[in-house]
């Protein structure tokens, strides 16, 4: 049966991090699709995904007949993966997340085009589930750290013209359920009272959780 719907989230592998991504993005509410060659460990989620897929997600038939390519997001969660991966990439799959088992593999999957890579001796199956849900996180998970519970500090460059010349308590901050801890202007760091004004090129880090973090980047970027 073919994938029809672009925004479910596909994750391939049901071990041990493939099933922290899974839970979190079940946490999230998200629409989950299972790939996995074990039937057995897939059996957990029968009740709580919207399909599992039985078959080798590294054999272009099996993805070409389940229409992997209409998943904008795809978690690869097994260590093995590099031969998947690049049958991702050929169908042109457009985010995809794969774990690296090393430091050589990591820098092997930034080569061939992975869009984030988790490692997870470092970096847990929650965070990478939270890449998958949040599409602006996916965008900016490189200037993201996660703090906890949820929470993120992110920094990044002020392009958005409506900003320059804003004091920064008129630009409603609370709002938009973030905190504004550091600004830096012309090599220049400062705290960022409700006084301090912006400038187009001002970086900015910011604080809050992983939603209100993404669309505030955005905000500030936009051109």
């Known amino acids: 049966m073919k994938i029809k719907y672009k925004d479910d989230i596909a994750v391939i592998g049901v071990g041990r991090f493939g099933q ?8 999230l509410n998200k629409s989950v699709i299972i790939i996995d060659k074990d039937e057995e460990g897939s059996k ?17 038939r099996t ?4 229409g992997i390519d209409q998943i904008e997001t ?3 969660a097994v260590a093995d993966n590099i031969e998947i991966v690049a049958a991702l990439q050929e169908l042109k799959v457009k985010n995809i997340i794969a774990r690296a088992k090393s430091k050589r593999h990591a820098r092997v999957l930034k080569q ?4 984030v890579i988790i490692r997870p001796e470092y970096e847990s199956g929650t965070r990478a589930a939270l ?13 993201l750290q996660e703090i906890g519970d949820n929470f993120v500090i992110g920094s990044t460059t002020i392009k ?13 901050i609370a709002e938009r359920g973030i905190t504004i801890v550091l600004i830096k202007s012309k090599n220049v760091s400062k705290r960022a009272t409700g006084d301090v004004v912006l400038k187009l090129d001002d970086i900015v880090t910011i604080i809050g959780e992983v939603g209100d ?8 970027n936009e051109g």
């Open 20 to 27: 922290a991504v899974i839970d979190e993005l079940l946490h």
């Open 44 to 60: 957990l989620y029968t009740d709580d995904v919207d399909r599992i897929i039985i078959g080798d997600a590294a054999d272009m």
């Open 63 to 66: 993805l070409k007949s389940i």
């Open 74 to 76: 795809v978690v690869v």
């Open 112 to 115: 061939i085009g992975v869009t």
């Open 131 to 143: 890449i998958a849900a949040n599409k602006n996180f996916i965008r900016y998970s490189s200037d």
């Open 160 to 172: 958005n013209a409506a900003l320059n010349d804003k004091k920064v308590r008129e630009i409603g």
């Open 213 to 220: 973090v993404t669309s505030a980047l955005q905000w500030f």
